[in-house]
């Protein structure tokens, strides 16, 4: 299988994003940004699957991550209504602390990755043409019973946030 140049400028490209992004999300003062800059970074982990012909976990990655997930987060700060955003996003004295627990778990991440036989885990067949398919056939068939169950739990999930929001919207209006 040969690799183009343009998909190894590709994923260069992708890869500078994705970290770039990424650590801005952890040092952008304002919350906002950060979700923003996130938003960027998911984008980015969708262009990765492209390249890797997986299209559907491509436009899971957009619509879900960059899509929802980032919504989600900017309604939930919303909500909160802070009067000053810029003092959302706070610095601490535990940074070097954080650096050292992450300096850890990506040694141990290259560590067992340098261990595993990775030429053992490649599929030997060839991917299928049409993913997307394939995967609804087993959603919908094979693996119906958890699909349902995760809906039911995301369900209960929004209507209890609602609740829990309209609780404190309540106990504020009472307040006054």
Known sequence: METSIYSVIAFYGLAITILGNATLVIFARNIVHSVLFLAVTFIAMGGLFLLLDADFLAAVQVLVYAGAVCIMVVFGIMLIQRADMKATNLFNRQTFAGAGLVALVVA?????????????????????????????????????????????????????????????????????
């Open 108 to 176: 141990m991440c290259a560590v067992f990755a340098g261990r595993t036989a990775w030429t053992d885990l490649v599929a030997a067949g060839e991917v299928p043409a049409n993913t997307v398919q394939a995967i609804g056939e087993l959603l919908l068939s094979k693996y119906v019973i958890p699909f349902e169950v995760a809906a039911l739990l995301l369900l209960v999930a929004l209507i209890g946030a609602i609740v829990i929001a309209r609780d404190e919207e309540v106990k504020a209006n009472v307040g006054d």
